[in-house]
């Protein structure tokens, strides 16, 4: 009777020592677990963001979501602030955090040789003179606005009529491919009186091959502007992907210019 009583209480003990031990291990569990889930405001893509894109650009494209601090990655952005002056290096797409190593200086981009093409879109070259091409100050990573000109034809009910359309909206720039620009020899330096490099003082010239990312049908409209130069022409402006876009705009012809 005593041994069966004793065994009893022995047994009373280690159930409650080991309630005891769960407890405690469950709430270290629970500890554990708000330190893991513990929230991080990190930036994260909404929108899909092509390669090159500026990080002046970038705000409209992106939320800032909370994360568990276990899901958040460790070099994930939690602020644009102090990134000034970097572009992305790949296309972001939506859902996916902004990462630090994806903001790189615009030169490196350059360096780099291209820049990615978006999923779905085909690259077409086309050559301008300078005046067309915003100076020549393009470089890979840029969108532009593409404006098609034509001496006749834009507007059926006026076919003799010369017409003028931004008609392809903020289109990546892959490449741009320029005739290499001739320095003054040391000499002529001397003798001019400086030794200022002749692309740092005069207007650019030749002409320039820029290569775009498009579909199917806006690459199809610049062949024909570009096939076609007897009648048709192409215009290009900067245009970040911030830039106001009031919808598109309507055909320009010689009584609207004035309007």
Same mark, same amino acid.
């Given at each position: 009777?005593?041994?069966?009583?004793?065994?009893?209480?022995?047994?009373?003990?280690?159930?409650?020592?080991?309630?005891?031990?769960?407890?405690?291990?469950?709430?270290?569990?629970?500890?554990?677990?708000?330190?893991?889930?513990?929230?991080?405001?990190?930036?994260?893509?909404?929108?899909?963001?092509?390669?090159?894109?500026?990080?002046?650009?970038?705000?409209?494209? !992106?939320? @800032?979501?909370?994360?568990?601090?276990?899901? =958040?990655?460790? *070099?994930?952005?939690? &602020?644009? %602030? +102090?990134?000034?002056?970097?572009?992305?290096?790949?296309?972001?797409?939506?859902?996916?955090?902004?990462?630090?190593?994806?903001?790189?200086?615009?030169?490196?981009?350059?360096?780099?040789?291209?820049?990615?093409?978006?999923?779905?879109?085909?690259?077409?070259?086309?050559?301008?003179?300078?005046?067309?091409?915003?100076?020549?100050?393009?470089?890979?990573?840029?969108?532009?606005?593409?404006?098609?000109?034509?001496?006749?034809?834009?507007?059926?009910?006026?076919?003799?009529?010369?017409?003028?359309?931004?008609?392809?909206?903020?289109? !990546?720039? @892959?490449?741009?491919?320029?005739?290499?620009? =001739?320095?003054? *020899?040391?000499?002529? &330096?001397? %003798? +001019?009186?400086?030794?200022?490099?002749?692309?740092?003082?005069?207007?650019?010239?030749?002409?320039?091959?820029?290569?775009?990312?498009?579909?199917?049908?806006?690459?199809?409209?610049?062949?024909?502007?570009?096939?076609?130069?007897?009648?048709?022409?192409?215009?290009?402006?900067?245009?970040?992907?911030?830039?106001?876009?009031?919808?598109?705009?309507?055909?320009?012809?010689?009584?609207?210019?004035?309007?």
């Amino acid at each position: 009777m005593k041994s069966r009583l004793l065994a009893g209480i022995a047994a009373l003990v280690l159930a409650i020592l080991g309630a005891a031990l769960v407890v405690s291990y469950a709430q270290g569990a629970d500890t554990r677990a708000v330190q893991g889930l513990e929230p991080v405001d990190v930036l994260v893509v909404a929108k899909a963001v092509p390669a090159g894109t500026s990080v002046e650009s970038l705000q409209p494209f !992106l939320a @800032t979501e909370k994360l568990p601090g276990t899901a =958040a990655v460790k *070099s994930a952005v939690k &602020s644009l %602030a +102090g990134l000034a002056g970097k572009v992305t290096a790949v296309e972001l797409l939506p859902g996916e955090q902004l990462l630090a190593e994806r903001l790189i200086a615009p030169e490196d981009l350059k360096a780099s040789g291209s820049v990615e093409v978006p999923k779905g879109l085909q690259e077409i070259s086309f050559q301008l003179e300078p005046q067309r091409v915003v100076g020549g100050r393009l470089v890979p990573g840029d969108h532009i606005g593409i404006f098609i000109s034509l001496k006749s034809g834009g507007i059926e009910a006026k076919a003799d009529k010369e017409t003028t359309q931004l008609t392809i909206h903020k289109v !990546l720039v @892959t490449a741009v491919q320029r005739a290499p620009v =001739a320095t003054p *020899s040391p000499q002529s &330096s001397a %003798a +001019g009186g400086s030794a200022t490099p002749a692309e740092d003082t005069s207007l650019p010239t030749g002409t320039l091959l820029l290569t775009v990312a498009v579909n199917d049908v806006d690459a199809t409209k610049i062949v024909y502007a570009s096939e076609f130069t007897e009648y048709a022409s192409i215009w290009l402006s900067k245009e970040p992907l911030d830039a106001t876009d009031a919808g598109r705009p309507g055909i320009m012809t010689k009584p609207e210019v004035y309007k």
